[in-house]
C-alpha cells in the first residue's frame, strides 16, 4: 500500500518531468544541451586531473594535499545539499500548490512525507552529484585504485546525500513547527540567516589561504600536522573521505569505524525523520495551508520608496518598475536573497583582504597588477550569477498576470527598457563596488583601476542585456517555484552566453596589458603599447554593447510573438 | 467599432479560427456564444492584440490593430476569463497600475470614480488587502472594476459571470446595459445562452473556429420558430 502510494507520487513527477523537458523541448535545444554538459564536465575533469598530477609529484605534502581537497569537497557537497534540501523540502513538504489536492485525496500522510522528502532531495542533489562526477573520476585516474575503492565511492556518496538531505529536511520540520501559521511561509527568510552562516562557516572552517601559505607555521612539522588533522572530523563528509582515502590505497577492503559511523548515521537520522513526520508533520502541514490566505497591509514606507527610486524613469516604465519593487520585498523568497548577496560580497571581499601579497616570489606591482585584472574577470562571473538569479527571471516573474501588460498600451519595448536599465544601473553599481574595494585592498595602480572599472561597466552592459535578452526568448509565466525559471534551458543558455563573453573580453585586453606591465618593469622595450591598450578596449566596448543591443532587440521580438501565457 | 475580416488563427496544424468575419456598430452589445475549444477566447485574445491573427485584418474604431496596436488599446478594456493579478499588490494598487499603463492621471473626478466602483462592488474595505488575501469573485470584481474605471469606449470580457455572486451578476448586467444606451461597445464571449438571451442585441455562435450564426438577437428567434429558445438553437447549431 505504502509502495503504490510512493510509486504514485514519483510518477507525477516523472510525467511532469518528461512532459516539460522531453516533449515540449525541441531535439535540437536537448541535444545542444547534453554537448554542452558533457563539455563542462570533461573540462572540470581536466582541471582536476592536472591539479592532482601536481599534487601527486609534489613530494612529501602531496598525497595531504590531495586528501584535503578532497575533504573540502565533500564538505561543500554536504552543506549544499543540506541547505538545498531545507529549501526543497519547504516547497515539496509545505507550500507546493498541489499539496491541497493530494492532501484532500486518501494519500496517507507518511507516504506523503516520504515521497515528497525523496523527491526533495533528489532535487536539491543531482547537480550536485553530477558536477562531483569529473572531481571523482579525475581522482581514480591520479590514482588508479581498485575496484572496491568504486563500490565504496557509489555507496558512501548515496549515504552522504541521504544524511544530508534528511537534516535539511528534519530542520524545516522543526522550523516549520516552531512558527506561528501565519509565519510558516516566512521560514525562508530564517533560511537565508542560516545559509549565511553555514557559508561563513565552510569557509573559515576550510581556511584555503593557510594552504599556500606554509610560512605561517613555525615549522614544516607543524604545517604538515596541520594539513594531515582532520578538520570537522565529526562530519559525515570527513568519515565518508577517511574510507575513501584508505580505499584508495587499498587499504579499504574491510568495514572501518567511520564507514560504520556513516551507515548508522543514515539509519539513525531516517528513523529520527520519520519519528519527526508521525509528530509534527501533520501539524506543520495544517499550519501551512492555514497560513495561505493570511492577511498582511501593504507598508507606506515601501510606497514611497519605490516612487523615489523611479523618478529618473517614464511614468508608465515607472509604474512597472514601482510595482516590481514591492513584489520583491513583499515575496519572502525574493528579498532573503538579498541576504545571500550580502554573504557573497563578503566572502569576496574578504578574500581580497587575506592575500599574503608581501610574502610572493614574484614582483609586487606585477602581481597586484595581474590579480586586479583577474578579479576583473571574477566580478564579471559574480555579476553574470547574479543576473542569473535576478535579471534573467524578471520577465517570467510578471507571472500569468503578463496579459495585463500585453493588453495595455505599453509597448513590450518599453517593458522590457525599463528592466534593462533599472537592472543595470544597480548591477553596475555592485560590480564596481566589489572591483573598487578589492583593487584598494590590492593597491593597484591608476591607470589598471580605470581600466578594469571601464570594462567592469562594459561588461554589466552586456551581461544583463543577454539576461533580458534570454528572459525574453525563454520566459515561464506558469511556475511553481522561481528555481523552475533559473534553473531552465534559457537560463542556461545565458550563463553560457555571458561566461565566453567575460572570457573573450579579457583575452582581448590581457595580451596588451601584459605587455605594459613588462615595459613598465623594463624587461621589454616593445612601442605603442598603450595604443594597442586603447584599441583593445575600444574592441571590448564594440562586442560589449554590440551584444547587448542584439540580444535586447531579439528578446523583444520574441516578446512581442509569444501568445502563450 | 469592430471589424474581423476573414481572420485565421492556426496554432501549428489545429486551426482554431477559421476565416472569422465579423462586424460590429457602436452602441452593441455583443454576445459571442460557443461551446468549449471554438475559438472565443482565441478570437478575444488577438482582439484586444494579446494574439496575432495568422490571416485576416482586424480593424477597431477605423484602426488597423496590427499597425495601431498601442492607440487601439487605449480605447478597449479587457476582462480576461482567469483573474491572474499581482498578487503581493494590493486591490488599489493594481487599479493605479492600470491607470499609470492606460496613462490616465489619478486627478480628483476619477479618485470619486474609483471610490464610486469599489464600493459598488463590495470592495472599499479590502482595496489596501494584498490581492493574494482575494477570493476567485473578487479578484474578477477587482479586474471589471479596473475597467469600468478608465470608461474605454469597447469592453471586451471574456466569461465575465465566472466567479461572481448573484448581486455582482446583477450589477454587471446592469452596468453593460446602461454602457450600451450610453454608446459604448460590449463584445462579451459566454458560455451561458441565458445571459445573452438576457442582454445581448446581436448574438454570434462560433463552433470550430467558424462562425455558423450571427444576428440580431430578436431576429434569430424570428428565424429559429421552431425552437422554444437560444438554447435549442445552440444545441441544434452545435451538435448538427
Known amino acids: ?565 | 467599432m469592430i471589424e474581423l475580416d476573414s481572420v485565421t488563427k492556426r496554432f501549428s496544424s489545429v486551426v482554431a479560427v477559421d476565416d472569422l468575419t465579423l462586424k460590429l456598430k457602436a452602441g452593441t452589445l455583443f454576445g459571442f456564444l460557443g461551446p468549449n475549444g471554438a475559438g472565443k477566447t482565441t478570437t478575444i485574445k488577438m482582439l484586444v492584440g494579446i494574439m496575432k491573427p495568422t490571416r485576416g485584418r482586424i480593424e477597431v474604431l477605423g484602426m488597423d490593430i496590427s499597425k495601431r496596436s498601442q492607440e487601439v488599446k487605449r480605447c478597449l478594456g479587457y476582462i480576461p476569463d482567469r483573474p491572474y493579478l499581482y498578487e503581493k499588490l494590493t486591490g488599489a494598487e493594481f487599479i493605479s497600475l492600470t491607470l499609470r499603463l492606460y496613462g490616465i492621471r489619478e486627478e480628483v473626478s476619477l479618485k470619486e470614480r474609483i471610490d464610486y466602483y469599489l464600493e459598488l462592488f463590495s470592495l472599499a474595505e479590502w482595496k489596501d488587502e494584498l490581492i493574494e488575501n482575494y477570493s476567485h469573485g473578487m479578484k474578477q470584481r477587482l479586474i471589471v472594476t479596473s475597467v469600468l474605471i478608465r470608461d474605454p469606449k469597447i469592453i471586451i470580457v471574456d466569461e465575465p459571470m465566472v466567479g461572481l455572486d448573484p448581486i455582482a451578476v446583477r450589477m454587471v448586467k446592469d452596468i453593460f446595459r446602461d454602457l450600451v444606451k450610453k454608446g459604448k461597445t460590449i463584445f462579451m464571449s459566454t458560455h451561458s445562452v441565458y445571459l445573452a438571451e438576457e442582454i445581448c442585441s446581436e448574438i454570434g455562435l462560433i463552433h470550430k473556429g467558424r462562425l455558423v450564426l450571427k444576428d440580431k438577437t430578436e431576429e434569430i428567434m424570428k428565424s429559429f420558430k421552431e425552437m422554444k429558445s437560444l438554447e435549442d438553437i445552440f444545441i441544434k447549431l452545435t451538435l448538427g
Open chain 1, 1 to 565: 500500500m505504502y509502495c503504490a502510494e510512493l510509486k504514485t507520487l514519483f510518477w507525477i513527477r516523472k510525467q511532469s518531468f518528461l512532459n516539460r523537458y522531453m516533449v515540449s523541448t525541441n531535439k535540437k535545444k536537448f541535444v545542444f544541451m547534453a554537448i554542452t554538459t558533457f563539455v563542462v564536465l570533461s573540462l572540470i575533469l581536466i582541471m582536476c586531473l592536472r591539479v592532482l598530477i601536481h599534487f601527486k609529484s609534489t613530494p612529501l605534502i602531496g598525497d595531504y594535499l590531495s586528501k584535503q581537497l578532497l575533504s573540502m569537497v565533500y564538505l561543500v557537497v554536504f552543506g549544499m545539499i543540506i541547505f538545498s534540501t531545507i529549501n526543497t523540502s519547504l516547497m515539496n513538504l509545505y507550500i507546493s500548490k498541489d499539496l491541497e489536492f493530494l492532501h484532500a485525496s486518501p494519500i496517507r500522510i507518511d507516504s506523503l512525507f516520504v515521497g515528497r522528502g525523496i523527491i526533495s532531495i533528489f532535487d536539491s542533489s543531482w547537480m550536485v552529484l553530477l558536477f562531483l562526477v569529473p572531481i571523482l573520476s579525475a581522482y581514480g585516474i591520479a590514482y588508479m585504485p581498485e575496484a572496491h575503492f568504486y563500490v565504496k565511492l557509489i555507496l558512501l556518496s548515496l549515504c552522504l546525500v541521504l544524511i544530508g538531505g534528511y537534516t535539511g529536511i528534519i530542520i524545516t520540520t522543526l522550523l516549520v513547527s516552531a512558527l506561528p501559521a501565519k509565519r510558516v511561509r516566512d521560514v525562508v527568510v530564517i533560511l537565508g540567516i542560516v545559509f549565511f552562516i553555514i557559508v561563513y562557516l565552510l569557509f573559515r572552517t576550510m581556511r584555503p589561504e593557510q594552504l599556500v601559505n606554509p610560512d605561517s607555521f613555525t615549522d614544516v612539522a607543524d604545517y604538515l600536522s596541520y594539513l594531515s588533522s582532520p578538520y570537522m572530523a565529526a562530519l559525515p563528509s570527513r568519515w565518508v573521505v577517511e574510507v575513501l582515502w584508505d580505499s584508495i590505497h587499498g587499504s579499504g577492503r574491510v568495514i572501518s569505524i567511520p564507514e560504520l559511523l556513516t551507515y548508522n548515521t543514515l539509519l539513525l537520522i531516517f528513523v529520527l525523520s520519520i519519528i519527526l513526520s508521525r509528530h509534527l508533520y501533520r501539524l506543520g502541514l495544517f499550519k501551512a495551508l492555514e497560513g495561505r490566505g493570511r492577511h498582511q497591509k501593504a507598508g507606506k514606507v515601501l510606497e514611497f520608496l519605490s516612487k523615489i527610486v523611479t523618478v529618473p524613469y517614464p511614468k508608465e516604465m515607472g509604474s512597472i518598475l514601482i510595482k516590481d519593487i514591492k513584489l520583491f520585498f513583499r515575496d519572502n523568497t525574493q528579498w532573503t536573497q538579498l541576504l545571500l548577496l550580502g554573504a557573497l560580497i563578503f566572502v569576496y571581499i574578504y578574500n581580497f583582504s587575506v592575500l599574503p601579497l608581501h610574502k610572493s616570489p614574484v614582483r609586487m606591482d606585477f602581481l597586484q597588477n595581474t590579480l586586479a585584472f583577474l578579479n576583473l574577470g571574477l566580478t564579471s562571473f559574480i555579476i553574470s550569477a547574479l543576473g542569473a538569479r535576478f535579471v534573467y527571471p524578471s520577465i517570467s516573474m510578471e507571472g500569468e498576470g503578463f496579459w495585463l501588460l500585453k493588453s495595455s498600451p505599453l509597448g513590450v519595448k518599453q517593458l522590457v527598457i525599463a528592466k534593462f536599465f533599472f537592472h543595470y544601473m544597480i548591477l553596475s553599481a555592485l560590480s564596481l563596488l566589489l572591483l573598487t574595494i578589492s583593487n584598494v585592498f590590492l593597491n593597484v595602480d591608476k591607470s589598471t583601476m580605470i581600466l578594469t572599472s571601464t570594462t567592469v561597466i562594459l561588461l554589466t552592459f552586456a551581461i544583463v542585456a543577454i539576461a533580458i535578452g534570454f528572459g525574453c526568448m525563454y520566459p515561464v509565466f506558469r511556475y511553481e517555484s522561481l528555481t523552475n525559471v533559473v534553473t531552465g534551458f534559457g537560463a542556461f543558455i545565458y550563463m553560457l552566453f555571458s561566461s565566453i563573453l567575460i572570457v573573450l573580453c579579457i583575452v582581448i585586453e590581457a595580451g596588451p596589458l601584459y605587455s605594459i606591465f613588462v615595459k613598465g618593469i623594463g624587461i621589454s622595450k616593445e612601442e605603442g603599447v598603450i595604443t594597442n591598450l586603447i584599441i583593445s578596449v575600444l574592441i571590448v566596448a564594440v562586442i560589449c554593447i554590440g551584444s547587448g543591443f542584439y540580444f535586447l532587440r531579439k528578446g523583444i521580438l520574441s516578446l512581442e510573438n509569444i501568445e502563450d501565457f
